[in-house]
């Protein structure tokens, strides 16, 4: 996936009309939105076209899949009909979940990033004792596009050597949880940076902002 600017924006608000004012004042500078959950509940997965539509964007549904291969393989349909083009699924379900959602990606000619490791600090609880049999996992079944934290460089290092120079990365965290844009993109392909753009007093300068500090 080609990113403009290596910066992807997180669009968890939770209103169409706001998601749109957002959009329309980054459009010249993110080509790619990632929706989570809040904004998809809110105003349905109709959402996704609503954006790809009025911006050409490129969408990455953070769904976060994790349930069991029937279920997963449901969800992934779904979202890839309603016009996703990449969605975000967890790997410590296990290889035949995680398959499902390989399996639908391929189907609809989309794209799937495997989650190793989240941001936030209680990934370290549980999540964290795992991330590189994740990627390791991940390698083995083909997949080619992570997720890996831009809060912790040394673990996103980490996770680099395990899928290798080949295979592309996007971090979440920077930002309001504390990452470094320029230092992430050492290891890692593209950011997410979600509420240091879409609360900031002009969306359209805290980004401009922020794609200058990556120089």
Known sequence: MNIKNNLILALDVMSESEAIKICDS???NIDTIKIGYPLALAEGLEIINKLKEKFDFKVICDFKVADIDATNSKICDETFK???DAIICHGFVGSDSV???LDMAN???KELFLLTEMSHPGAKMFLQKNADAIAEMGV?????NYVA????LDRLSDIRNIVGDESYIISPGVGKQGGDGKKTLQYSNAIIVGRSIYEAEDPKIACENLIKSLD
Do not use: F, S, V, W
């Open 82 to 84: 309603a016009g996703a």
């Open 26 to 28: 980054i459009k010249d």
């Open 149 to 152: 934290p831009a809060t912790r």
């Open 99 to 101: 398959q499902a959602c």
């Open 107 to 109: 189907k609809h000619g």
């Open 140 to 144: 083995e079944m083909g997949i080619k």
